[in-house]
């Protein structure tokens, strides 16, 4: 779990947590392919509401290249976050080595603060069993 603003001095705090999960049906080890589910909650620990506009993803494989994903809101939505409440949510992606891993941040809007940024912990993407 991470909570964390990037360089907005005074900027709400906003909690990040992760769980990923490998998705065998959706994988395909000949490929290969393999497909990784990821939930992120969002926790706004502060006293005002924000809104999720951006995401910026840095997706590494195995091998070390990296894939960057940028775009409006995620899953399709801006969420707003009012004080202490949580949003939730899921999405994938596809590597084709069995270990990587993801970072990033979120941009993110509040009254007082204008536009801030969130950091993403980076997080292991990991075929069950690969590593001990």
Do not use: K
């Amino acid at each position: 779990m991470s909570a964390g603003r990037i360089g907005t001095e005074g900027a709400p705090e906003v909690g990040v947590e992760t769980e990923v999960r490998y998705l065998e049906e959706h994988s395909d080890l000949e490929a290969p392919r393999h497909a990784f589910a990821y939930t992120i909650t969002l926790h706004n620990r502060s006293e005002e509401t924000v809104q999720l506009l951006r995401r910026h993803w840095i997706i590494t494989d195995g091998d070390g290249d990296i894939q960057e994903v940028e775009g409006e809101g995620v899953v399709g939505l801006q969420p707003e976050i009012d004080p202490g409440q949580r949003f939730r949510y899921t999405s994938g992606t596809l590597l084709a080595t069995a270990v990587g891993s993801m970072e990033g941040n979120y941009l993110m809007h509040s009254q007082t603060a204008g536009e801030f940024r969130v950091a993403i912990p980076s997080f292991a993407l990991i075929l069950p069993g690969m590593l001990n």
